[in-house]
């Protein structure tokens, strides 16, 4: 049976200072929405956006 080696992750990311930098993750795409709503209520002079990434689950088992 196949195992699946990544896992999906949903970064927010805020354009502060002319770069992209993440602020927070969340493991579904419908927890990242409400973030970024929340985020763009509470920050609105600041673009945010959210990027889909794969993360090897090998190197969350061994930060956990």
């Given at each position: ?13 805020g ?7 993440t602020?927070t ?40």
């Open positions: 049976m196949y195992k699946r080696k990544t896992v999906d992750e949903y970064q927010i990311q354009f502060y200072s002319g770069t992209w930098e602020v993750t969340e493991e579904t795409r419908q927890d990242a929405k409400k973030m970024l709503k929340c985020y763009n209520e509470n920050e609105s002079t600041i673009i945010h956006r959210i990027v889909k990434k794969r993360v090897k689950i090998e190197t969350l088992d061994k930060v956990a």
